[in-house]
């Protein structure tokens, strides 16, 4: 199994930064993917961001420009910094570790106002 702890949701304005982070413990290999989905009421999950053990990284066209995606392999940890924000990315985010399955993350409220 693995084990995901996100933290860093919140409430900020529009046009502010937050940044979140998600560490992964347990089962870890080596080669793995790790990243962020969100959800916002009534939609389904989509994917934000995406980060390749082996450096790749993938946007969603929604947040290119604005998010950026990071990770630490030595701790296992990815992060996803999240600037310029608008009140449509508010959502839940989720944290994603795959490996030999998907892993998820409880989960993170990011608030946006307007």
């Known amino acids: 199994q693995v084990q995901l702890v996100e933290s860093g949701g919140g409430l900020v304005q529009a046009g502010g930064s937050l940044r979140l982070s998600c560490a992964a413990s347990g089962r870890i290999f080596s080669i793995n993917v790790m990243g962020w989905y969100r959800q916002a009421p009534g939609k389904q999950r989509e994917l934000v961001a995406i980060s390749h053990s082996d450096g790749d990284t993938n946007y969603a066209d929604s947040v290119k420009g604005r998010f950026t995606i990071s990770r630490d392999n030595a701790k296992n940890t990815v992060y996803l910094q999240m600037n310029s924000l608008k009140p449509e990315d508010t959502a839940v985010y989720y944290c994603?570790?795959?490996?030999?399955?998907?892993?998820w993350g409880q989960g993170t409220q990011v608030t946006v106002s307007s």
């Open positions: 994603l570790f795959r490996s030999w399955s998907d892993f």
